[in-house]
């Protein structure tokens, strides 16, 4: 039997805490399945004295985490403090170039520092592990980095903000306008304090330049990710796609294309038979694709205590058992520099607008598009009340560089109220 | 750069030209990954005169598996050949008393002889793995053993063989008998040489007895699955059960309870909408459920040269990461011989029967089940055109034994023709 495997926790929040009690309450299975005690030497947190749900006195208190990362009764720092700099990041650095492991849950560091930080890791023989950053409890870096390891991945897509999907769903089901279920989100502690990295997809985002790295061996180039929010799709975009068969998703797509990676976030339709399509409430998903393996889809809890937890533990039980790879998979001085792609590739498009209602305005809307070399595929003007009329559009396959000359068009006709409404409709 | 990892492949079936194609095609791929090249010194089948659709001449030959295993240029015998004995079992002896590692797919052998292959394996410091013996291309071995490891296990589940989730789903679809669509099957090349294993479900609880153990802790222990095949599921069954909102899907679940390890491969009814549910043709789906993480869901090709390939490079490319786990995920001698529990959790029961027409025949068989303490919840006796009346019954939760003692009582009232199907509806 090894010497105990002692952990320095850094951040006592939801997941912190969730830590905490799977290392005391499951102290006999860990040292089952590791071969050695997992310990935690000491702790840190911003309040010492706020009530939590697990017996913390036991361990040493540090108030800088810095100083918990240099103790010398700590192997590995386990980093749940979040934020990609400040306390955060020195803590990370501090344990490393003291010689120990780290385990983070923190995206945002990884997407902005991912390559420094692994480059120091790597350069002093530590792992920085980082399961829990991306879509919670599913053991999506495991199955990429090791699962799939023989496979060239062709393409990585993923609902990875359970709030973006609980607004979208519900929205469905109550036949609710965006407004009210995102304050119902809010009153139910759903959103990050600033709102926009949750329906702004940058959440989502940070998780997906992580994904796109280990996936195609690439430096993280989360700067690089076309981003676009939930904020704008409202009740009738969500009826009309289930009219024709589809869901709206926050989708995140990465694929290596030949002009280069393509990485984005955006709200998508999706097929409604389909594994996403079918995706209900705070669920995440990934959908990998691998030249052998074909299509490997992974689904469960993207957030909450136990399900980050969970995925913290799996990278420290991995360094108490021996397992240590690569932040990325991949030595990170090995990690292409990759140009990135604007998504290109032609796929239907599913286009919202108001029509000023005067004759011929359905024609001028027709030939602007043609004269942009979109072409339809199913159009349909709704019943209306007043001098405005919804007019919803599905293309024919088309590029998203052909479908922004037709909304330039459009905005040229006269007769279109404000831009369309522009939705990808994804292959999947 | 570390020495190549330098494999023997024993069986050039799909999957074992699969494994040579992925070790040809990604050579550069693999080694950024590995930190080390994989090459292929020998390899060995039945037939060396076969057309087969990779270059094989490029490796030594050895007609005897067992020679091929103690080859000195072998570091990794990859045992492609199946069967629970013969010489897919002597191979592997042979490799690991020759101080080598074994990457197999052999789902009979490990379940006939896991305990012993793992014993022999870890005396001697070597790794034994099984990645593609269970759910071909899904890496649930591996989640289950690494990425969930943090978690107690509280059940597993899963649609194991994809034969019979396509038989199901194409009677479903197509509204023919199962006589026909198993037919079709066995023209398509989908049934195995002796169909019992796939229809009988020998295959799938194959498969789930493995996972048991790892999931639990406990020794294979394959001759206590409760096992029942699909040869007695009729289109009606299917039609009424897409009635009520439900499938029918040859499911696997194991779970740990009181009495000891459930395990159990048999037709349920799962709701439609459920990601089980939805599970269409010879795709695999495991459910894996565990304190911390709550539900993971995993879904992919359970079959095919691509996906078993790639389940077979994942164990191949974790040993030459130098990532080496214990077979089931701790040490097998440290393995629980666990009680074997006869399933008996209380469920909602699907009865389907057949009466004579008479008059008080559904009294008495309402009669007969209460006498049974079995309470129904809903009946329906469907219109027919001769003297038999099909009647459908779904049961209040009710146990298995209880379930058993109202079968043998329908049997003495004189109005059922034949044993009536039984069908638990899981809580999925």
Known sequence: MSAPLRLGIAGLGTVGIGV?????????????????????????????????????????????????????????LVELMGGPDGP????????????????????????????????????????????AAVAGGI????????????????????V??????????????????????????????FLEADPQLDVGGIDAAHKLALLASIAFGTRVDFAAVEL?????ISIDDIRHAADMGYRIKLLGVAQMTPHGLEQRMTPCLVPATSPLGQ????????????????RIVLRGAGAGEGPTASAVMADVIDIARGLRLPTFGQPAALLADTRAARANSPTPWYLRMTLHDEPGALAKVA??????????????????????????????KTTR????????????????????????????
């Open 88 to 131: 955060a990041k020195a803590a990370t650095e501090a344990a490393l170039e003291a010689g120990k492991d780290v385990v983070t849950a923190n995206k945002a560091m990884l997407a902005e520092h991912g390559q420094e930080l692994a480059e120091a890791a790597e350069a002093g023989g530590r792992v920085l592990r980082f399961e």
């Open 367 to 396: 030939t602007a598009l043609g004269e942009s070399e979109v072409s339809i595929n199913r159009m349909r003007q709704y019943g209306h009340d007043d001098t405005f009329a919804p007019v919803l559009i599905v293309t024919h």
């Open 228 to 232: 676009e929010g939930i904020d704008r």
């Open 160 to 189: 990875m903000n359970g709030t973006c999907n609980y607004i979208l769903t519900r929205m469905e089901s109550a036949g609710l306008p965006y407004e009210t279920v995102f304050e119902e989100a809010d009153q139910l502690g």
């Open 279 to 294: 995706l209900e409430g705070a669920t995440n998903m990934a959908v990998l694709e691998g030249d052998s393996v074909g």
């Open 20 to 76: 905490v009690k799977i290392v005391q309450q499951h102290a006999a299975l860990l040292e089952a399945r590791c071969g050695r005690a997992i310990e935690i030497s000491a702790i840190c947190a911003r309040d010492r004295s706020k009530n939590r749900s697990a017996d913390i006195s036991i361990y040493d208190w540090e108030d800088d985490p810095v100083a918990l990362a240099r103790r010398g009764d700590v192997d590995v």
């Open 401 to 428: 560089s052909a479908i922004d000359r037709a909304i330039t068009a459009l905005g040229h006709t006269g007769v279109v109220a404000g831009p369309p409404v522009a939705l990808a409709i994804e292959p999947v």
């Open 139 to 158: 053991p999506v870096v495991k199955t990429l980095t090791e699962g799939l390891a023989g496979n060239a991945l062709t393409r990585v897509m993923g």
